[in-house]
Nanobody, 126 residues
Framework: QVQLVESGGGLVQPGGSLRLSCAAS????????MAWFRQAPGSEREGVAT????????TYGGSVTGRFIITRDSAKNMVYLQMLNLKLEDTGVYFC???????????????????WGQGTQVTVSS
């Protein structure tokens, strides 16, 4: 059974940085697409970034392009989200997700993702 466990969230001031981690287990992730989503209070969940497990190709949501970087460590079965220059509107619960079919083009539609973590809270506040 595939499991995704996020960590690394916390409280940070505007302009600060955080790195989120997603530990993936229970499967072979070759051929998967991994993603980070987030959900702000009172809002729908939105896609933040995706990465192709095999070739490392990435896509980003418009609001985070140039500030967030998604990477993966295939040897450790880990996915990371480096978040730079954080803004108040980046506050929310961040979820790791996995699409075993690696649909193309990469989608931020949460319905195509087969597995989800429980989320980690990120709060940007002064």
């Amino acid at each position: 059974q595939v499991q995704l466990v996020e960590s690394g969230g916390g409280l940070v001031q505007p302009g600060g940085s955080l790195r989120l981690s997603c530990a993936a287990s229970g499967g072979t992730f070759s051929g998967y697409r991994m993603a980070w989503f987030r959900q702000a209070p009172g809002s729908e969940r939105e896609g933040v970034a995706t990465i192709d497990w095999n070739n490392g190709g990435t896509t980003y949501g418009g609001s985070v392009t140039g500030r967030f970087i998604i990477t993966r460590d295939s040897a450790k079965n880990m996915v990371y989200l480096q978040m730079l220059n954080l803004k108040l509107e980046d506050t929310g619960v961040y979820f790791c997700a996995a699409d075993r079919d690696n649909r193309w083009p990469p989608l931020f539609d949460e319905d195509v993702y087969d597995y989800w973590g429980q989320g980690t809270q990120v709060t940007v506040s002064s």
